[in-house]
């Protein structure tokens, strides 16, 4: 199997980043190109093109989530390249599984590295695992990566800890949604 361009789905949490750093070494021992996405959810009562005033500036949302994620994108893309990827990254709105399976599919991805929290029982039912909707939908190879429990993380687990699972811009258009 040749791969030359590698997925990898980012929340923007510390486990996120080691899941990024492990893609990219993957990557470079390949000479693969790596492409860090992130999938920006809106909150199901607000449109894209809704314009919203997080930040006292008047934009649409997909427009805020969207230069918040390239932002926050950048740190992944860097530590990618630390050891030698060669990587771009990608920004989405909407629903998480079918959008990162769209963008595997458009930008021909080989591999799919994801993390997974590796939940079972009743916290899988009630939680849902992206990692898993992607592994068992996607038309190629996924590598899933255990995430692991980290001392920064408050909650002892790799989720947003205050955020459930969104970024901090995420939550203020949730906010901003709910009134």
């Known amino acids: 199997m040749n791969i030359r361009t590698i997925l990898v789905p980012v929340d923007f949490s510390t486990c996120s980043l080691l899941v990024t750093r492990q893609a990219a070494a993957l990557a470079a021992r390949l000479g693969a190109r790596l492409v860090v996405l992130h999938v920006s959810e809106l909150p199901a009562d607000l449109a894209a ?32 390249r630390e050891v030698g990827a060669t990587a771009d990254i990608e920004v989405k709105v909407g629903s ?6 769209a963008a595997a599919d458009a930008l021909a991805a080989d591999l799919i590295v994801i993390g997974t929290h590796g939940r079972t029982g009743l916290a899988r039912i009630v939680l849902g695992s992206v990692a898993e909707g ?4 996607a038309h190629v190879p996924v590598m899933l990566v255990r995430r692991e429990s980290r001392p920064e993380c408050a909650r002892q687990s790799c989720e947003w800890c205050p955020h459930e699972g969104r970024s901090p811009a995420e939550e203020k258009i949730a906010a901003e949604s709910q009134g």
């Open 49 to 80: 093109d809704a314009h919203v005033r997080p930040d006292g500036v008047a934009q649409t949302a997909a427009d805020y989530l969207t230069a918040d994620a390239r932002e926050q994108l950048a740190s992944f893309a860097g530590a990618a």
């Open 134 to 137: 992607v592994a068992h939908r």
């Open 96 to 101: 998480v599984v079918p959008t990162i399976l």
